[in-house]
């Protein structure tokens, strides 16, 4: 069986930066597994600009970002599959694979990293009544017809869920020509970044309408018209808010969900709040050796902060693969949080295993205004931050360093605590 | 006159009368509204072939359930469509309905069902761990199973094209007249047809035909069923057909593995009026995952990946019209073919051809073939077998719908065959691309691609489910000035 040091499983943001950080650690063994004809992934799609600004103090679009990327990869030498799709990852860190020129092939890799993304929630999924004619599209599909198959979906458009690709879309629709008539978003607060209401709906007249959901889809063949209607504070909604909206076409952002049946598949622990993998301070999952970053394991707002979490994640590979990385997990501490975090990645943390800083993020459940953001080691408090406002739509970071850890001496927990200020 | 047999709808039935006449020397027309096979009541229903002990002793329900049931194992080889004898189990939930389980075991055995068991609780659970915690014991029917409507109507219509049937799609019917001396003119919106016999296999349009030749009017109503499907993480919840017993807690709603290893949960029961209404709506849903629960515990519905409703085109009499209208000889119906239907078709598309047969006094067709080979399923072959056939037809190597797992290769064999897939439903029904939990999000554009690569059309003409129903409609810009 072939043998690969590190098998990265997706050529998108995250496993393009796992890949040359890997690199860059001294690994010279890695193979980028892309089912996609290019490298890239969702970037590729993704023409709008304001992508890099952490990373390159400039702003890209994405194709420009992924170049930059698919450049180091490049200038690496470090091999790609492309149009190969992982069929299966064994416990034992067999990956199997395939493509047209290969068939179905087995590597046996020394550390995986799971770099796969996410995909949109559906239409079922969210059990939305009515007909279901064609012109329902999630958010990314339409975006992929217009941005690289220069096709327009609809003409006159309401979407569903206020998500930053829904937003993005309505942007890109109108300029396209189609009318953005109404974006309903069921919870009473966006799902998107702020700068991206203001720069996409805001901008060009189009109405957010916040504790709205889509009760209904007319049209037999093609979508005629939608009804929207407002929802109380249990997402049910009101009777006699009904409002029609003639259109041809419905656009749904509602969600991303990480795509984790090849973790599944392999018995990779999956959290049941991100549907990512649990993972330790090395973004290593349940399974030694199998690491996550990007989409895959929560998903993000920002591609550089994708960028950022897989390099590391290609950095602790290598050096899992170099034994460097040492195997013993009994010493993790599992990360508590009080007062809105949903959850955090990492889960757990042993500070001995850690470089000089990790990076903690999380989001919360709600809307959350003038907030102290508060990390203890034990009863000790060695992060101290004021926020004057949080919002699921927007991930929340902390840096903890390893000078922190010395100082304070042994550590038994590890806790973030929000309060009111 | 130009045809033997004209056929009215492409659905189960129509398909599986097309498919036994072929086995005589006629002339068949099958007209079909919609742009492709199955996309009436065949498409959206429990997928069921029910052991028939349900049927009233001595109907036609009762006679071609059972038939059918016997027919479908076999015929599911011949045609190599997906049929998994399951078994099926009526849940009783009370011990004052035990009166009702007894009768309805009795019926099934004065139909003629084989095997059937009535089955005490312990037994239950342990065929069922996941029963309700009311049910006192359960009809067991090991000859209860589920089968693929689309893979099954398409194998039928796909085996009546090679042997000889034509079919007009995107042609509907809009009247049929008895001739004077004899046959019949069909007029459709693509034009008139005559043929010396019907069959009416129209759905929940079936008694507007048969209204036309005859003064013993029939009365179709739509009933409506929504079901949820979902995802395969939810599959093994139950492994049999679970049906409730109605009783002292109603009527329930069935849930069931499907063939392609999903769990399905439905359907609701409601008369509409609208014969195209196959819209869901929320208070369905909602009772649907409600009356999920009355047999069945804890019915993971929060894995949907879908739902649908689809009509069952129920007679007033509640009972097959099947056979000759005695006015006009020569016009068959197969009307107010509600559940058990989808179960009876074979062998009421087996019974119908003959009576056609005999009246037409048709002889035996020698070069009939019964047999077909479907669509080959790549990720069922080994590795080595895979390997092969990548080498042979690298298509196969690359996979265009990742849920399901479908290569590129199994959507050009599903658009190349006879009667293949010119729509995306028309592909999804065939290989299952876009039938995942992602429902087409990853998968829609490049299977357009294909398609539009296939048929020789541009990307903008590639439809859902025909003509009026586009993906695309223009290029980026064209509505700017």
């Known amino acids: 069986m072939e043998k690969v040091n590190i098998v990265i499983v997706g050529g998108g943001p995250a496993g393009l930066a796992a890949a040359s950080a890997a690199y860059d650690a001294g690994e010279r063994s890695i193979l980028i597994l892309e089912r996609d004809s290019m490298l890239g992934g969702i970037l590729n799609q993704c023409i709008h600009n304001g992508f890099g600004l952490h990373t390159f103090k400039e702003e890209l679009t994405g194709p420009e970002y992924a170049k930059r990327y698919e450049d180091q990869v490049a200038a690496r030498g470090i091999a790609c599959r492309l149009n190969t799709m992982v069929m299966d990852i064994s416990p034992d860190k067999v990956v199997t694979a395939m493509n047209r020129e290969d068939g179905m092939f087995t590597i046996q890799a020394g550390a995986v990293v799971l770099a796969m993304g996410c995909r949109e929630r559906s239409r079922g999924a969210l059990n939305i009544p009515g007909y279901r004619p064609a012109g329902i599209y999630s958010a990314g599909t339409a975006q992929r017809l217009v941005n690289i198959e220069g096709y327009m979906p609809g003409r006159e458009v309401v979407i569903l869920g206020s998500g930053d690709i829904g937003l993005i879309m309505a942007r890109r629709m109108t300029l396209e020509g189609a009318k953005v008539k109404v974006v309903a978003e069921l919870m009473p607060y966006s799902g998107g970044l702020k700068r991206n209401i203001v720069q996409c709906l805001d901008d060009f007249g189009i109405p957010l309408k916040l504790s709205h959901t889509v009760v209904d889809i007319q049209g037999k063949d093609r979508v005629t018209g939608v009804t929207i209607a407002e929802v109380d504070s249990t997402n049910k909604p009101i009777p006699g808010t009904e409002e029609f909206y003639s259109c041809d076409t419905l656009l749904l952002s509602c969600g991303l969900l990480p795509e984790n049946e090849l973790s599944r598949q392999a018995g990779v622990e999956i959290s049941n709040v991100t549907n990512g993998p649990v993972v330790n301070e090395s973004l290593e999952t349940s399974i030694p050796g199998v690491f996550a970053a990007g989409n895959v394991l929560h998903v993000h707002d920002l591609v550089d902060y994708v960028s950022e979490e897989a390099a590391a994640a290609g950095r602790n590979a290598a050096a899992y693969v170099r034994g460097d990385l040492v195997e013993d997990r009994s010493h993790e501490i599992r990360l508590e949080f009080t007062g809105g975090p949903r959850y955090t990645v990492p889960a757990t943390l042993d500070p001995a295993k850690m470089g000089d800083s990790v990076t903690i993020r999380f989001r919360v459940g709600s809307v959350m205004k003038n907030r102290f953001v508060d990390l203890y080691l034990d009863d000790e408090r060695v992060i101290h931050r004021r926020r004057q406002v949080m919002a699921p739509g927007e991930m929340e970071e902390l840096v903890l360093k390893k000078a922190m850890f010395e100082k304070h001496g042994e550590t038994k927990r590890i806790s973030i605590r929000v309060e009111e200020v | ?481």
Request: proline share 4%; with cysteine.
């Open chain 2, 1 to 481: 006159m130009e045809y033997d047999v004209i056929i009215f709808g492409a659905g189960v039935t129509g398909s599986a009368v097309a498919r036994y006449l072929t086995r005589y020397q006629a002339k068949v027309l099958v007209l079909e509204r919609e742009s492709d096979v199955c996309e009436g009541t065949s498409k959206a229903n429990s997928a069921i072939v029910h052991a028939g002990y349900d049927a009233a002793k001595g109907s036609l329900m009762a006679k071609y359930n059972v038939r059918g049931s016997e027919m479908m194992e076999d015929l599911s080889r011949e045609l190599d469509f997906s049929y998994d004898r399951c078994g099926s189990l009526v849940v009783c939930l009370s011990e004052e309905d035990r009166p009702r389980l007894q009768a309805l075991y009795e019926n099934g055995a004065a139909n003629g069902v084989r095997d059937l068991r009535i089955v005490e609780r312990e037994e239950l659970l342990e065929m069922e761990p996941n029963i309700s915690d009311n049910a006192v014991a359960a009809l067991w029917a090991p000859t209860g199973a589920i089968v693929c409507p689309f893979e099954l109507t398409i194998a039928l219509a796909e085996n009546a094209a090679v042997n000889g049937a034509e079919f007009r799609f995107n042609t509907k019917v809009e009247k049929v007249e008895a001739l004077p001396d004899g046959g019949f003119a069909v007029a459709t919106d693509q034009g008139s047809f005559t043929s010396r016999a019907v069959v009416n296999a129209a759905g929940v349009y079936a008694d507007v035909f048969h209204n036309q030749v005859s003064d013993r009017k029939i009365h179709i109503t739509p009933r409506k069923g929504e079901y949820l499907l979902l995802d395969h993480t939810a599959y093994g919840h139950v492994t049999h057909t679970i049906f409730q017993l109605p009783g002292k807690f109603g009527k329930g709603v069935l849930v069931t593995p499907t063939v392609h290893k999903n769990i399905l949960v439905g359907p609701t029961a409601n008369d509409i009026d609208d014969p195209e209404g196959v819209n869901t709506t929320a208070a369905g849903l909602a009772e649907v995952m409600e009356k999920s629960a009355l047999a069945v515990k804890n019915v993971p519905t929060r894995q949907t990946i879908t739902s649908f409703a689809g009509l069952r085109a129920h007679e007033d009499g509640h009972e097959f019209v099947i056979g000759e209208v005695p006015e006009h000889p020569g016009f068959f119906d197969c009307a107010g073919i509600e559940s058990p239907g989808l179960s009876s078709a074979p062998a009421i598309g087996e019974a119908v051809s003959d009576m056609v047969a005999a009246r037409l006094d048709l002889s035996k067709n020698e070069a009939f073939v019964g047999e077909r080979k479907g669509i080959l399923k790549a990720s069922e072959l080994s590795i080595s077998e895979r390997n092969a056939l990548i080498e042979k037809e690298p298509a196969y190597g690359q996979i265009i719908c990742r849920c399901e797992s479908v290569s590129e290769g199994e959507i050009l064999d599903a658009i190349r065959r006879p009667l293949g897939a010119t729509t995306l439903d028309g592909v999804k029904r065939r290989v299952r691309a876009g039938m995942g939990r992602c429902q087409a999000g990853f998968c829609s554009p490049r299977v357009m691609e294909i398609l539009a690569r296939e048929l020789g059309k541009d990307l903008s003409e590639i439809t859902k489910k025909g003509p009026d129903s586009p993906i695309i409609v223009g290029i980026v810009k064209d509505s700017i000035e």
